[in-house]
């Protein structure tokens, strides 16, 4: 058997019930998860198994005690980029990504969606729209602001504050008012 390459996709029928007869009945769906991650790594030759939330999602969808006799699946090889413990450096490390083979109408339409709001977020955080504001650079926006920083600042020193006066000091007030 070969190690498949990374971006290639593989389909696989994993026989499930082999493995979850072995444990006792409130445990099933557990082991039928655990049968999966190392169908995986056996099959791809790749320690790091990720399993989709969908493909999880169908396996308990039953419950704890009732998990299917078998379960089609897509896998995917990724590189995905870790930082190393020992020298702080980003290492790409191979991940096996197990995904259902077929997603229902309602997991796609989901998937649609939330692919459709990254688009959306990636259109609005544009570099080029956020450095030009009113013709301007960066620099020259900066240079604009830190001088109306500094003219308010400035009129506020100028400005006398008002002195509040304590309850003490306007009863006292009041008092002479009434005596004269």
Known sequence: MTRIKVGEKRTYTVPLRREWLKVPRWRR?????????SYVEKHTKVDNVKISNWLNQSIWKNGGKNPPAKIDIEVTIENRKVQD??????VDIPFAVAEL??????????????????????????????????????????????????EKTQKKKA??????K???????????????
Request: aromatic share 2%; glycine share 2%.
């Open 159 to 164: 400005e006398p504050k008002e002195h509040k």
């Open 85 to 90: 413990k020992k020298t702080k450096k980003d």
């Open 29 to 37: 769906s557990k082991r039928a998860v655990d049968a999966l991650h």
């Open 101 to 150: 083979a077929t997603l229902s109408k309602r997991e796609t339409r989901l998937d649609e969606k939330r692919a459709k709001k990254v688009e959306k977020f990636v259109k609005t955080a544009k570099p080029e729209s956020a450095a030009k504001v009113e013709g301007k650079d960066a620099k020259e926006l900066a240079k604009s602001l830190t001088e109306k920083l500094k």
């Open 166 to 180: 304590s309850a003490k000091e306007i009863s006292a007030e009041l008092h002479e008012t009434e005596d004269v």
